[in-house]
């Protein structure tokens, strides 16, 4: 009794404090745009498709390789105009040997390279430039020819996207690095590694940067000896820029872009798509969660989304099955208040009847019955004090309280032998069958448990069938196991239990005693008590009737059914 009026106390604090949040209108939660559920989701699906993306972007070796190419294809190009100059532009000089005559060289030159697009460059064997494709011979001197840029016409979107372009390639790792290309006023063979090398004999390139500090645009050159009967007269020097390469590059890179636009447009979608089933059940299941505590009836409903067959179809429908048994909880609460008002409100009420025909009876003989009834209301009221007390506090002692190995067998064996030495010759024996001796596994009968509540258990079941059993009668007890079950039986020699009422003698404060009995001398409790002990160990209970082969009901069994530990 006084657990359940500190525990309503406590509630109704709780109500009070809670009150005033309640009253007051409760904020409206403001709806995101965009969950932090989904950014996440973007963000781990776009960062990986992201990285992968410019990992490809990163087309290093394939510039190389084009790189590699156009240089082949200048050295094949060079071999050929060394190979046409050295057979003619070369004049053979008496006394002087072979020679380069500059001015059939220049225009060799100029035919040779017109259909390449190249830049072609002749020195003599002293090093002196004497040929340049893009320095046209006139009446006054050479003219220097130099290719100008197209009209730029680019549409807007052309340069978004070229800007858009550019600022990614600058998320990419460095290039490699080329050293400056530097053309002179006066050029000779000296500015250039490979034309001294070509004047040597060799054939040789060079790869330079176009821009300082090493721009994307590159300067290809290759320089081939000129020679006649490996005399070597000059070097040709072929260079072209790597506008072509970088076109193509871009090209790749365009259509790599392109592809990972949309596949980024599709993972932007799918993700949303997979947030949404993911946020907005959860989202649903919240505002459910939230209503159910801010409201005060039962017409709330949790989403049902166990169809999905996912984690979020299990927390569904383990929310609805925690909100039945909250309000199972809540109406087994209410059923319990009603019950211990009802059956206090009967020996306070005889109390109270005794207690005033006292006061009005001079008759001292009736003034001491009175006194008796008095006293046994208090001793009642006391024992359902009691009895109320403890099935209040079972509950969350069987929740907090971790199991561990009981012997049933040993267990058994000291109830038994406790009743043996306290009862009188009169007395019921109680009769222990267990399938081995105890202290072996056969006799002993592990199970997981709490023991004292498992004694209590059994002790309420020889109490009760102690008080049903006639003077002299056996009471037997017996445990066996059975699979993955230690399964104990209680039969007694009473008169059985009333028909119809199997289930019922398990409900609180169930009162069906003997003849004779005193009224109130037990509350009800002890079979809901052992009921609801038994179950919180996933365990079973029931009552029978024991009858002979004629069919006369010759006592009570009740079989209690525990997992093996």
Not at 372 to 383: F, I, K, P
Not at 516 to 542: N, P, Y
């Amino acid at each position: 009794m006084a657990s359940v009026i500190a525990t309503a106390t406590a509630e109704a604090a709780a109500d009070e404090a809670v009150a005033p949040a309640a009253d007051a209108a409760p904020r409206p939660r403001r709806r995101r745009r965009l969950s932090p559920l989904t950014r996440r989701i973007l963000a781990v699906n776009v960062l990986a498709l992201g990285l992968l993306g410019l990992g490809l972007l990163y087309l290093g070796e394939y510039q190389q390789s084009l790189v590699d190419a156009q240089l082949d294809a200048l050295r094949t190009q060079g071999q050929v105009f060394a190979a046409a100059l050295g057979e003619g532009a070369v004049i053979d000089s008496l006394g002087e040997g072979e020679q380069l005559l500059p001015a059939l060289g220049r225009q060799m030159m100029q035919r040779l390279v017109e259909p390449t697009h190249t830049r072609a460059r002749l020195f003599d064997a002293e090093g002196k430039l004497i040929a340049d494709s893009r320095a046209l011979s006139g009446p006054g001197g050479l003219v220097q020819i130099n290719e100008l840029p197209p009209p730029d016409d680019t549409p807007l979107a052309e340069k978004v996207a070229a800007a858009v372009y550019d600022w990614l390639m600058a998320l990419l790792p460095g290039e490699r690095r080329y050293p400056a290309y530097r053309e002179a006023a006066r050029q000779s063979a000296g500015d250039y590694q490979e034309v001294q090398a070509a004047l040597a004999g060799d054939i040789a390139s060079a790869v330079r940067s176009a821009r300082d500090g090493g721009g994307n645009l590159l300067m290809l050159s290759v320089a081939v000896p000129v020679q006649r009967y490996r005399q070597v007269l000059g070097a040709v020097l072929l260079s072209t820029d790597s506008a072509e390469i970088d076109q193509a590059v871009r090209g790749v890179r365009f259509e790599i872009l392109k592809v990972f636009l949309i596949a980024l447009g599709v993972t932007v979608l799918l993700s949303i798509y997979l947030a949404g089933t993911i946020g907005r059940p959860i989202r649903r299941l919240a505002a459910a969660a939230e209503r159910v505590r801010r409201g005060h009836g039962r017409q709330v409903l949790i989403p049902d989304f166990t169809r999905r067959g996912d984690e979020i179809g299990d927390l569904s429908g383990a929310f609805r099955e925690m909100t039945g048994a909250l309000w199972a909880r809540m109406d087994a609460i209410e059923r319990f208040a009603a019950d211990v008002a009802h059956e206090i409100k009967n020996p306070l009420t005889s109390l109270r009847s005794a207690v005033e025909t006292a006061a009005r009876v001079d008759d001292p003989h009736k003034q001491r019955k009175l006194l008796a009834v008095v006293l046994e209301d208090v001793q009642r009221l006391d024992r359902l004090i009691t009895d109320i007390s403890d099935a209040s506090r079972l509950d969350a002692e069987l929740s907090r309280v971790e199991l561990e190995p009981v012997l049933i067998g040993r267990m058994l064996e000291t109830l038994v032998d406790v009743h043996q030495e306290t009862a009188d010759e009169r007395a019921p024996r109680l009769m222990l069958s267990l399938p081995g001796p105890v202290g072996t596994a056969a006799g002993d009968l592990a199970v997981l448990g709490i023991e004292g509540r498992l004694v209590q258990v059994f002790r309420n079941l020889i109490a009760n069938a102690l008080s049903f059993s006639p003077p002299g009668a056996a009471l037997r007890i017996a445990a066996l196991r059975q699979g993955t079950w230690v399964v104990i039986t209680v039969e007694d020699e009473g008169p059985g239990l009333p028909d119809g009422k199997l289930e019922a003698i398990f409900e609180r404060f169930y009162s069906e005693r003997p003849a004779g009995e005193k009224f109130g001398t037990h509350s009800g409790l002890g079979l809901s008590i052992s009921k609801q002990i038994v179950e919180a160990h996933r365990g079973t209970i029931r009552a029978e009737n024991r009858r002979d082969p004629t069919g006369r009901v010759i006592g009570a069994r009740f079989t209690v059914r525990l997992p093996v530990g």
